[in-house]
């Protein structure tokens, strides 16, 4: 029904206006972060600037926009309210310290181990997330000071502006690409507003933007062994939430755009962000999937599109913003509905009956819990029912083709890994109390994975020891031999060596 997509030439203008276009929007949501955080605007609105600078100057994803974010924010409340903005500056600090140690490490590969389900449960989750969240600006304050719902003219006017909004972003690029839609329909509803004096919300109703710029200054608080234990939990949540944030937008961005980022120079980029970031006070922050999205469908690909919007998003706070603070919300609000709408797969409707059961039972999990819980939380709960799924399915799995050699012994054709989640059918294969004297279990196609594994081999032998009969293995691979060596103190197994295969090991007696 929508497509916000569309195919835009690699170009600097195309850079500098979607980076315009992204700091118009960039706006707002750095104002309504901090307020949720708790802090001051301009705190939200320098780490939107120092951390946008920095991971697209450094990190490993050009066109990719990054900033302060709720996901972050939600996390930060607790801690400012608690114990006070110094002490959110020093988390900011030491969580971005954790994510270079992060990058440094090359631990941003397991991204990779993120599955697909869950990758579209963290799109659509995001989605609505965005969508829902624009919501929040059809409410004022009441008589009583508490929020309530716009009603009357002021409502039917704020309406009127959004779908304008979306009907430009719509419409326009089917007509001309020369300017990308989203800045126009800013400037159009902005200009509408203004010549017709109409009485409607913007920007400057949140807050002022106005400011000067960000002043170096190391966090006061005490360098204490309790600082450290009080600080430590939030940087570690914050670092994660960050890291997970990013490297799914990260992976997104790819798809789009048929290329591939760095994911562990993304980590260390998004780290140095934050240390920056800490130290001139900001309020930290992650990659932005809605102003991705933004900057991508409005062109912008290469580093000075990421670049251009945290540059203009200052020269904003110091010279221009009167000018800001007169945007209608309408207009943010509108694009941002535009946003949420392209970014949800619509075509994971399609296909959610043809894929199987866990898979789709992982997408709706995760687009659930990322909505109703936090995104974190949601992509590793998805991972890890989407490993308890795939440890299920692989452990039934196991197989064995059993047949007698000339010897006289039983020969079991293993087919299959043996692990924790197929130990037990790996054990139903087998029955000691009728087979001969002699047993031997064929590994050529099969592998001992874990512990639970090595386990299972000591309690089959055992069973056969207990009938006074001999368990043999043969043909194991390198991997296994040395799993078996390892553990030789704790399981008693025999391998009996084989004229084709040398990697085995006599070490283990028959018994």
Request: glycine content about 10%.
């Amino acid at each position: 029904m929508f497509k916000l997509h569309h195919k835009a030439p690699k170009n600097l203008k195309n850079d500098l206006l979607s980076g315009l276009t992204v700091a118009f929007a960039l706006v707002p949501e750095a104002i309504a972060f901090a307020l949720i955080a708790g802090i001051e605007p301009l705190v939200g609105l320098y780490a939107a600037f120092m951390v946008g600078l920095i991971t697209a100057a450094i990190g490993g994803r050009p066109g990719m926009i990054s900033g302060a974010t709720g996901a972050l924010a939600v996390v930060m409340v607790t801690l400012v309210a608690q114990h006070g903005i110094q002490y959110l500056f020093a988390t900011v600090i030491l969580m971005g310290l954790i994510q270079i140690s992060v990058g440094v490490l090359r631990l941003g590969k397991f991204v990779r181990l993120i599955p697909h389900p869950v990758m579209l449960g963290f799109v659509n989750g995001l989605a609505i997330v965005i969508f829902l969240a624009q919501f929040s600006q059809l409410k004022v304050q009441g008589v009583d000071g508490n929020l309530e719902w716009m009603t009357g003219m002021p409502l039917f006017t704020m309406l009127g502006l959004i779908a304008l909004t979306m009907a430009i972003i719509h419409f326009l690029p089917k007509f001309t690409k020369a300017v990308p839609a989203s800045l126009m329909a800013i400037i159009v509803v902005t200009l509408i507003v203004l010549g017709l004096n109409l009485d409607t919300r913007v920007v400057g109703d949140m807050a002022s933007v106005g400011g000067g710029f960000p002043e170096f200054n190391i966090p006061m608080i005490p360098f204490t062994w309790e600082t450290l234990t009080i600080i430590f939990p939030y940087a570690l949540i914050l670092a994660a939430i960050g890291l997970i944030e990013s490297l799914m937008t990260l992976m997104l961005i790819d798809e789009l755009t048929n290329t591939r980022g760095q994911s562990n120079r993304e980590c260390i980029g998004q780290g140095a962000a934050n240390v920056v970031t800490g130290f001139f006070g900001g309020m930290g922050g992650c990659a932005m999937i809605g102003q991705s999205m933004i900057n991508i469908d409005s062109g912008g690909r290469s580093r000075l599109s990421g670049i251009s919007a945290a540059l203009l998003l200052l020269i904003f706070i110091l010279f221009a913003s009167n000018l800001i603070e007169m945007i209608p919300l309408a207009a943010l609000i509108g694009l941002m509905f535009m946003v949420a709408l392209g970014t949800f797969e619509w075509s994971s409707f399609n296909f959610l009956r043809k894929i199987p059961k866990s898979d789709a039972f992982v997408l709706v999990l995760v687009s659930s819990v990322t909505v109703f819980a936090d995104l974190a939380i949601a992509v590793i709960t998805g991972v890890i029912v989407s490993a308890l799924v795939f440890a299920w399915e692989k452990g039934k799995l196991i197989m064995a083709k059993t047949y007698t050699n000339e010897e006289g012994s039983k020969i079991y054709e293993l087919d299959g890994s043996v692990f924790f989640g197929s130990v037990h059918n790996f054990l139903q294969l087998f029955t000691p109390e009728e087979d001969p004297d002699d047993v031997i279990i064929e590994f050529q196609n099969s592998r001992v994975v874990d512990q639970s594994g090595l386990e299972a081999l000591n309690s089959l032998t055992e069973k056969y020891a207990k009938f006074g009969k001999k368990l043999h293995l043969r043909h194991l691979s390198e991997d296994c031999t040395k799993l078996l060596n390892k553990a030789e103190s704790i399981v008693e197994i025999s391998v009996i060596e084989d004229a084709y295969h040398h990697l085995v090991t006599d070490k283990f007696d028959d018994f």
